[in-house]
C-alpha cells in the first residue's frame, strides 16, 4: 500500500474506532459505521483491504451479527483500554468523569451494576488515577455489600498486577485493601505478582517491609496460612519458578532481578509447608550459587526477622550455597563468614536457636578449611559450644494439667511427654528424645515449651482454626503442619539450644557399658 515506517496510520484508525466505540457505548462497530470514518477520506485506502491487514496483524476481527458485519479490537483487553483512553482524551472534569463511571460505565442503578462493564471500569480507574493522581473506586461506596460490589473490588486490585507502575500508590493499594476487606489470595497475589518488577511500588522490598512489621502470630495467620496451600496449584507462576530451579534448571535475570527474588523466597521460608519450604531452600541455593555476594544482603535484610523458623532455614540455605558456590569469590566468602561471626557470635550471649547456631558455625568451619591461613577477625574458638545464653527461669504456672482447646489442646497433646498421661508422638519421639542428653527436670522443659509457644511466640487458636491436621505420624510425616507444629519445633530448638549452653551432658552408657557395647575387650 505503499506505507513507510514514518507513517502512523494504524495508530490514526485506532484512535477513531475508539471515539466511535466510545459514542456508541458498544465493543463493536458495524462496517457502514467504519465505512464513513474520515480516514478513510483523508488516507485514500480502500476499508476492506486495510481492515483485512489488520485482521491478519491480530489486532481487529470481524464477526456476524444479526446477519451484519460488525469489527471488534481483538482482546477485551485491548477494547478496554482504547475506550478509557477516549474518554480521558476528552478533557471532561473530574466531577464529570466520576459521574460518567458510575452512571454509564458501571450503570449504578437500584443497588446494582453492570458487571460485563466491570474490566471497562477498572481500565478506567488507571487512567484516573494517571490523570488526577488519586484513585477513583469510591464511586462505588453506596453500592450495598453483595457479589457485584466483590466483584467490582477483586477485579479493581487484580489490576494492580498490570497497571502502570508511575501511576500506582502503594498507600493507596493498603488503604483500598483495608477499606474494602479484599481476600488474602487476592492481596498477596498483587504482590507476589509484582515482586521482582524493577521500582515498582508494590515490589519485593515493598513486600518485605509490610510484613516485617507483623508480629509472628499477626504475619503467620495473614501470610503463612495463605502460603501453605500455594504449592498445590500448578498454574502457580512462582511454584512452577520453584519447581525449575530446584531442579537445577534457571532463568537469566539481573542481580537485582535475583534480589529480590531472594527476598521473596525468604518469606516464604515462613511456610508449615514442609515441602513449600524444601522447594524454596533448594531454589535459593541454586540462584545463589551463582550470585554469592547475595548472601550477605540476604542475611542482612532479614537480620530483624521475629520468626527463628525463617532465620534457621536462611542460614541453612546460605551453608548449602557455601557448598555449591559455583564461583570461588574468596573475597565475598570472607566478608560473609566475618558477618556471621560479628552477628551470632561475637555477641553477649548467642542466638538462641540450635540449628541456626550450627548453620553459622559451619559456614565459619568451611571458610577457615578452605582458607587455613586467615589470621582476621574470628576467633574459632567463640564459635564452639557451649556458648552464652539467657538463663533457664523455673515456670510456676501449671502447664502439664491446664486445659485447652483448638489449636491450644492440639499442641499440648502433640508435646505432651511419656509419663503425662497420654502422650503425643512429638512429646515424647521427639523432644523428650532430644532432652535424654541433658541432665534437666523434663517437666520443667515441657512448661518452658508451652509457656514459649504461648508467651513468646504468641500463639493463639486462631492460627489453626479450622484444620485437618492432627498430631505426628512416625511412619507418614505429614507435609503441611499446623502452625502450632511450627511453633513446637521453634520452641523445641529454642530450648535446646539453652540447655546445651546451661545444663551438664548425661552419660547414657557407663564407661564399661561403653565398651561391652563397641566390643572392646
Known sequence: ????????????????????????????????DLANMRFWKLNGFPVRPFMALLEKENLMHTNLVSGQERYFFSYDQMNDYF???????????????????????????????????????????????????????DVIDDLPESFEKDFVVRTYIRSFVWREKKYISNKSFLAAAKKYNVSRTDFWNVLIGNSVKSCHPLNADFLHTLLMGYALSERDYYWTKYINGIFYDDSNRLVQLLRMYSSGKSLQMNKEQARKLLILCGWLLS???????????????????????????????FAGVNDPYILERLYGVVFGTCCKRIKEKNQAYLILAEY???????????????????????IIERFLWENPDYNGCIVHEKIIPPYKSF????????????????????????????????????????????????????????????????????YTNELDKGNNYWG??????????????????????????????????????????????????
Open 391 to 458: 538463663p533457664i527461669e523455673q515456670i510456676d504456672e501449671d502447664y502439664i494439667n491446664k486445659k485447652y482447646d483448638g489449636g491450644l489442646r492440639q499442641i499440648k497433646s502433640s508435646m505432651s511427654f511419656e509419663g503425662h498421661g497420654m502422650y503425643g508422638d512429638f512429646g515424647r519421639y521427639v523432644f523428650q528424645s532430644a532432652l535424654k542428653y541433658f541432665d534437666v527436670d523434663e517437666d520443667e522443659m515441657y512448661k518452658q515449651a508451652m509457656s514459649f509457644i504461648i508467651n513468646d511466640l504468641g
Open 340 to 362: 556471621v561471626y560479628s552477628t551470632i557470635f561475637d555477641q553477649e550471649t548467642v542466638y538462641p536457636d540450635i540449628l541456626l547456631r550450627d548453620y553459622a558455625r559451619l
Open 1 to 32: 500500500m505503499g506505507l513507510t515506517e514514518g507513517d502512523n496510520l494504524v495508530q490514526s484508525l485506532v484512535d477513531e474506532i475508539s471515539t466511535l466505540i466510545y459514542d456508541k457505548k458498544e465493543k463493536s462497530i458495524m462496517e457502514s
Open 83 to 137: 475506550f478509557a483512553k477516549s474518554l480521558f482524551s476528552q478533557n471532561i472534569s473530574d466531577t464529570l468523569i466520576r459521574k460518567i463511571l458510575c452512571e454509564e460505565i458501571l450503570q449504578l442503578k437500584d443497588n446494582h451494576v453492570n458487571l460485563s462493564n466491570c474490566d471497562i471500569f477498572v481500565t478506567c480507574c488507571s487512567f484516573y488515577a494517571q490523570e488526577f493522581g488519586k484513585e477513583c473506586i
Open 271 to 301: 511456610s508449615s509447608n514442609r515441602i513449600l519450604r524444601d522447594y524454596t531452600s533448594q531454589a535459593m541455593i541454586e540462584i545463589l550459587r551463582n550470585e554469592f555476594d547475595l548472601c550477605i544482603v540476604l542475611l542482612k535484610a
Open 472 to 521: 505426628y505420624d512416625r511412619s507418614e510425616t505429614k507435609k503441611v503442619e499446623r502452625i502450632g507444629k511450627k511453633y513446637q519445633w521453634i520452641a523445641m530448638h529454642n530450648i535446646l539450644a539453652r540447655v546445651s549452653d546451661q545444663c551438664d551432658i548425661c552419660l547414657l552408657y557407663t564407661y564399661d557399658d561403653a565398651d561391652d557395647l563397641i566390643g572392646v575387650d
